[in-house]
């Protein structure tokens, strides 16, 4: 079993930045690829961006390309986001997400807001 937990969050002004962060515990974090992924009001969850196992390979959506970068430390079992540029649609609350090998998104965390004012 793996625990995700989520933070860094918060209220920014457009054109601003966050970092998220997503610490990881219960089984070889390094095993896991690893990604996030963002829900709004009344939509339905997307993908953000995905890092490889150990972080050479890496797949953002075409909304977030250029302004955020997903990275992870496998020593301290962390994934991270950081946003930049933001725009007030990428208000959402943010999740990170483990993927075991040839399985599917199996891990989740309880999220995290961001809110971008205009």
């Known amino acids: 079993q793996v625990q995700l937990v989520e933070s860094g969050g918060g209220l920014v002004q457009a054109g601003g930045s966050l970092r998220l962060s997503c610490a990881a515990s219960g089984r070889t974090f390094s095993s896991l690829t690893m990604g996030w992924f963002r829900q709004a009001p009344g939509k339905e969850r997307e993908f953000v961006a995905r890092?490889?196992?150990?972080?050479?390979?890496?797949t953002y959506a075409d909304s977030v390309k250029g302004r955020f970068t997903i990275s992870r430390d496998n020593a301290k079992n962390v994934v991270y986001l950081q946003m930049n540029s933001l725009k007030p649609e990428d208000t959402a609350f943010y999740y990170c997400?483990?993927?075991?090998?040839?399985?599917?998104?199996?891990?989740w965390g309880q999220g995290t807001q961001v809110t971008v004012s205009s």
């Open positions: 997400a483990g993927e075991p090998p040839g399985s599917t998104w199996n891990y």
């Open positions: 890092i490889s196992r150990l972080g050479f390979t890496i």
